[in-house]
């Protein structure tokens, strides 16, 4: 079993390709290519956890697009995503469902938006919200894992090679 992550897929927000240049014609191709990239990434028997901004889809949308994706999947809710219930995006297909960070292998702590105060701490802190900004921020205790798409491929990527590069 593997543990992936991912941020700011943005499912059907057409504007996001302009704001972010993302390289698809159109919504449809970039959600299709989305789900596609997921797939051939993750299995059915891993986990992935979204770091916020899924999807701007209504219920019956969304309901279609994760019963598509590989793997078990969680989210951290993000700016656009908690216009909506913890008990919605359950119902939508996520496992679990997180208001706030949560930390992961005692020092691997995930967020939507980046911690500044992991600044003054010793943690890393693995984030989305910042879309095109650097992937790694630095290889030392205290930095800035940024796992939005533009910066990862389009794909979930793997926890554990990001704790490789830190080690």
């Known amino acids: 079993m593997?543990?992936?992550?991912?941020?700011?897929?943005?499912?059907?927000?057409d504007k996001i390709l302009t704001y972010e240049n993302r390289p698809f014609k159109n919504i449809h191709e970039m959600n299709k290519s989305l789900i596609n990239n997921w797939n051939s990434t993750v299995t059915k028997d891993d986990v992935v956890i979204c770091l916020g901004d899924f999807s701007f889809?209504?219920?019956?949308?969304?309901?279609?697009?994760l019963s598509k994706l590989n793997g078990n999947k969680e989210l951290i809710l993000g700016n656009h995503d908690r216009s909506r219930?913890?008990?919605?995006?359950?119902?939508?297909?996520?496992?679990?469902?997180?208001?706030?960070?949560i930390c992961i292998d005692e020092f691997f702590w995930l967020s939507h938006e980046?911690?500044?105060?992991?600044?003054?701490?010793?943690?890393i802190n693995i984030h989305g919200h910042t879309h095109s900004k650097i992937?790694?921020?630095?290889?030392?205790?205290n930095q800035f894992v940024n796992v939005c798409v533009e910066n990862i491929g389009y794909r979930p990527i793997n926890f554990y090679e990001i704790k490789r590069r830190y080690k």
């Open 85 to 101: 219930s913890v008990n919605w995006w359950k119902s939508c297909g996520f496992s679990n469902v997180y208001k706030y960070p």
């Open 57 to 65: 889809l209504n219920k019956k949308e969304n309901i279609n697009i």
């Open 135 to 141: 992937l790694f921020d630095g290889i030392k205790p």
């Open 114 to 123: 980046p911690m500044y105060m992991c600044r003054t701490m010793p943690y």
């Open 2 to 13: 593997g543990l992936y992550l991912i941020s700011d897929t943005h499912f059907g927000h």
